[in-house]
């Protein structure tokens, strides 16, 4: 089967496309560089892509994403033109890598984003699929792993109460094989159904990293106005005003996970970590 994989730089993309490839799958794809392991179009969101390129794939996934704040039209549009192109080129199948934060009620750029994209291609016919956060060396996760790797004290929001939608990098790939295998569209809402809480996470990273962490309780709310802005002077953090925003509509969520439809016998939180991390499983 081959497959083609916009973003294969990104966190999602390229352990996507190495977990496809060690199975046998033929992947190409795209990027804003020149991938080394893989066949890469260097493509921006937004730029026209030779058709060429798209014959023959069997299965389209888009992951890219440009993170820019204010990159919304171009997320959107670009992301479209690309599914255009490739329905003219004869791509039977294409996948949405969405996000559980698509929601009609979304506060987040990230969230209006992914659910203006999902309506159009959920309007033609295609598969979406939604992963909570996700579990790995990458991403947001990734990011929160480098704060407790460096800081000796971090605020844990809301106490570390809210239960968080998340799952394991390679069980998502795991999950979309699965799907590309089904050959069915749909959509399909992945994160662990046992919902561990954030301070659940964060104390198991603290025992994972050997680290002698103070976490102080701090409401999510404080974080809006310095987060907001750092972000209007410009000033990159590891976690922004978007991602909180999404932190604060997401407690509860809105899309019902049907993982287990899918994996019959998804990891716990502790293996996943274990094989991010590559610590011993109790």
């Known amino acids: 089967m081959n497959i083609f994989v916009t973003g294969l730089n990104g966190f999602i993309a390229s352990h996507l496309a190495v977990w496809l490839a060690d199975r046998g799958y033929r992947v190409t794809g795209t990027s804003r560089s020149a991938s080394g392991r893989f066949s890469t179009t260097v493509w921006h969101l937004g730029d026209s892509i030779d058709r060429a390129k798209l014959v023959g794939v069997d299965v389209l996934i888009h992951a890219a994403h440009d993170f820019t704040p204010g990159a919304m039209n171009a997320n959107v549009e670009g992301t479209l033109r690309l599914e255009r192109d490739a329905a003219a080129a004869g791509v039977r199948r294409q996948i949405l890598v969405s996000s559980i934060s698509a929601r009609p009620d979304a506060v987040s750029e990230y969230g209006r984003t992914k659910l203006a994209q999902e309506e159009h291609f959920l309007r033609h016919g295609h598969t979406v699929v939604r992963p909570g956060t996700v579990l790995g060396k990458g991403g947001l996760f990734g990011r929160m792993c480098g704060l407790i790797q460096t800081l000796p004290v971090l605020p844990l929001l809301d106490?570390?109460?809210?239960?968080?939608?998340?799952?394991g990098i390679y069980d998502l790939?795991?999950?979309?094989?699965?799907?590309?295998q089904s050959d069915v569209s749909g959509q399909y809402n992945l994160y662990y159904a046992d919902r561990p809480t954030l301070g659940e996470i964060m104390r198991l990273l603290r025992k994972i990293f050997g680290r002698k962490i103070l976490f102080v309780p701090l409401p999510a709310t404080f974080l809006l106005l310095p987060l907001s802005l750092l972000q209007c002077l410009h000033i990159r953090t590891p976690v922004d005003v978007d991602n909180l925003k999404g932190y604060i509509t997401g407690m509860e969520p809105y899309h019902l996970t049907n993982l287990s439809e899918i994996l019959p016998q998804p990891s716990t939180l502790e293996a996943a970590l274990a094989d991010v991390w590559k610590t011993p499983k109790q």
């Open 159 to 167: 106490g570390g109460k809210a239960r968080m939608t998340v799952i």
């Open 173 to 180: 790939c795991r999950a979309i094989e699965s799907i590309l």
